[in-house]
Nanobody, 116 residues
Framework: QVQLVESGGGLVQPGGSLRLSCAAS????????MAWYRRAPGRQRELVAV???????NYADSVKGRFTISRDNAKNTVYLQMNSLKPEDTAVYYC??????????WGQGTQVTVSS
């Protein structure tokens, strides 16, 4: 059983920044893909950003140019840097990890609220 623990959520004003972290209990590396999803009130969970074991990234159109996903394999941690936040970014953000050996797991989620 792999544990994913998110942190870094909170309340921020429009235009502000937050950095989310996701710490994994197992090694992350070339055989592992990590991602961030979010679920806004009344909406389905959606993919925000993904990073492969090789370091390739992809983003939802709504966050391109504002969010950056990165990984530190030595710390078994994935980050989501969120800049120029908008009220529509308000959601619970979930970390997702998929390993060829261990399977796929979700974190418990962290709330991000963008409001003045």
């Amino acid at each position: 059983q792999v544990q994913l623990v998110e942190s870094g959520g909170g309340l921020v004003q429009p235009g502000g920044s937050l950095r989310l972290s996701c710490a994994a209990s197992e090694n992350i590396g070339s055989g592992n893909t990590m991602a961030w999803y979010r679920r806004a009130p009344g909406r389905q969970r959606e993919l925000v950003a993904v990073i492969t074991g090789g370091g390739s990234t992809n983003y939802a159109d709504s966050v391109k140019g504002r969010f950056t996903i990165s990984r530190d394999n030595a710390k078994n941690t994935v980050y989501l840097q969120m800049n120029s936040l908008k009220p529509e970014d308000t959601a619970v953000y979930y970390c997702y990890g998929a390993w060829t050996i261990f399977g796929a797991y979700w974190g418990q989620g962290t709330q991000v609220t963008v409001s003045s």
